[in-house]
Every structure is written in structure tokens, then in C-alpha cells.
């Protein structure tokens, strides 16, 4: 079936410096979903991209859909302490359902 | 405000045992799902509905079963529970237009401990 890889696994960061998480997938994308999970939270929406080459930006947030729609990157400038969690991906399935990367989980070092 | 709710945050269960967990959502959804989260592993879909009284399987099904009678409500259930399903449960819904749905809205969770 159809799966996503995404990486990496774990990044830890000083506090200031960016942050990036990638998707990839070897079949050609319909969309992509984004979504964040605070520790001891449920996973919440983000932004979901839909075109080709398209880049959407939330404050310091950068997501950004690859010219082929193969891949995803999700990029946080100057991280802080609120932006700890577990980044997912996540794109649809033939058949509707989501399917979900593993994750990055993202620490801050204040 | 979106709001999906599940049963218990926490629940303690002995091998054997009949395990129901529930999902409420107020939103008028037509889609409804049951992940559970592991570390390491992600978000892994058990089952999911795209109506009343239908259900499809997803990636890991074995050992479990749903029931969606109602629009609002989609219930889990672990006809006996094992120890391998000691996790984190997770409910989410979905509206849909189509063929093309919509970004998910997740409940709290339920941390399951099967003993």
C-alpha cells in the first residue's frame, strides 16, 4: 500500500536555530496534510497543501509542496520553547483514509 | 467549537476482559476513525467509517471490532483484551464533500493499560 516516509525521526535544537521535517513518497500526491502534537496532546491540523510547488507560511512556519507533489517540508525559523511536539505528515489514500508519517519529534533547548 | 470526545482518558484492564471505548463527535461528521498510538511507530488506523452502520478496515484490525449506529458515534471494542494492546487510542473525525475529505479533528485520547 501506499506509504510515506518521513524524517527524521528526532531533531534537537538550541533554541533560535531552524527546524526542518521532510515527507517523501514515492507515488504522486493528491495533498498533503500537516499536523502537531504537543507532548501528552492529540494531534491538531495545521495546513494542508494541494499544488504543485505550493508554499504556505504561518508566522514562522514554511510549508512547502514539491514541484513533482512527491515530497513536503514543513520549516520553523528561529525555533522556541512552544514549538516542542511531534510533527506529522500525513496524505490521502485512494481510497480516502489518511495515511500518517511516523513523525518528528522536535525538542527545544531553551 | 469543534469537539470530539472520547470516554476515559485512562482505563486499566485485565487479559480477558471485553473493552469498549467510545468517541462522540459534535460536528455533524461522516467520517469517523480509531488509530492507535505507539512510540516509534506512529499513528496506526484500526478501523474507520465512512457512515452510519458501515465500517471498513484499516492497517491493524486484528483484535478489534467497531460499531457505528449513530452519526455522532463510533465505538471501539476489544472483545478480550491482550496485553500487546496496552496504547494510546485515538478518535478522529472528518467531514467529507464527495470523494474529497477533509482535514481530521482528533479527541483527547484514551491511554489503555492492559494488565
Known amino acids: 500500500g501506499q506509504q510515506v516516509m518521513q524524517i527524521p525521526q528526532y531533531q534537537h535544537v538550541q533554541e533560535g536555530e531552524d527546524f526542518t521535517t521532510y515527507c517523501n513518497s514515492s507515488t504522486t500526491l493528491s495533498n498533503i496534510q500537516w499536523y502537531k502534537q504537543r507532548p501528552g496532546g492529540h494531534p491538531v491540523f495545521l495546513i494542508q497543501?494541494?499544488?504543485?510547488?505550493e508554499v504556505k507560511k504561518q508566522k514562522r512556519l514554511t510549508f512547502q509542496f514539491g514541484e513533482a507533489k512527491k515530497n513536503s517540508s514543513l520549516h520553523i525559523t528561529a525555533t522556541q520553547t512552544t514549538d516542542v511536539g511531534t510533527y506529522f505528515c500525513?496524505?490521502?489514500?485512494?481510497?480516502?483514509?489518511?495515511?500518517f508519517g511516523q513523525g518528528t519529534t522536535l525538542q527545544v533547548k531553551p | 467549537d469543534v469537539k470530539v470526545t472520547q470516554s476515559s482518558r485512562y482505563l486499566v484492564k485485565r487479559t480477558g476482559e471485553k473493552v469498549f471505548l467510545e468517541c462522540v463527535q459534535d460536528m455533524d461528521h461522516e467520517n469517523m476513525f480509531w488509530y492507535r498510538q505507539d512510540p516509534g511507530l506512529g499513528l496506526r488506523l484500526i478501523y474507520f467509517?465512512?457512515?452510519?452502520?458501515?465500517?471498513e478496515k484499516g492497517d491493524i484490525p486484528e483484535g478489534y471490532s467497531v460499531s457505528r449506529e449513530k452519526k455522532e458515534r463510533f465505538s471501539l471494542i476489544l472483545e478480550s483484551a491482550s496485553t500487546n494492546q496496552t496504547s494510546m487510542y485515538l478518535c478522529a473525525s472528518s467531514s467529507r464533500e464527495g470523494r474529497k475529505d477533509y482535514e481530521q479533528y482528533f479527541g483527547p485520547g484514551t491511554r489503555l493499560t492492559v494488565t
Open positions: 497543501l494541494v499544488k504543485s510547488g
Open positions: 467509517s465512512y457512515d452510519v452502520k458501515m465500517k
Open positions: 500525513a496524505v490521502s489514500s485512494n481510497t480516502g483514509k489518511l495515511i
